[in-house]
């Protein structure tokens, strides 16, 4: 059964930093790619990052590129998401995604809120 458990959420000043983990199970992690996703309220889910399988290779959206680094350790079947620069419309629950065989797997999101 695939699993993610997210962590590192929570209040921060604008300008201040955050790191998101997200830790698989169920799967073959390092088979897999990984993207970040937020959401907030009243809006749409959107994509904030992405990484392949080997972490070779990341993406990342317009409102996130240069301030946000997402990262992966296959040994620990973890994903990460560094958060610099925070801004207040960063606010949102953040969740870790992944497609395997055609379906979608979310965590259950981790809260983050900028504001002073």
């Known amino acids: 059964q695939v699993q993610f458990v997210e962590s590192g959420g929570g209040l921060v000043q604008p300008g201040g930093s955050l790191r998101l983990s997200c830790v698989a199970s169920g799967f073959t992690f390092s088979n897999y790619p990984m993207s970040w996703y937020r959401q907030a309220p009243g809006k749409e889910r959107e994509i904030v990052a992405h990484?392949?399988?080997?972490?070779?290779?990341?993406t990342y959206a317009d409102s996130v590129n240069g301030r946000f680094t997402i990262s992966r350790d296959n040994g620990k079947n973890t994903v990460y998401l560094q958060m610099n620069s925070l801004k207040p419309e960063d606010t949102a629950v953040y969740y870790c995604r992944t497609t395997r065989a055609g379906v979608l797997y979310w965590g259950q999101g981790t809260q983050v809120t900028v504001s002073s």
């Open positions: 990484i392949i399988s080997t972490g070779e290779r990341t």
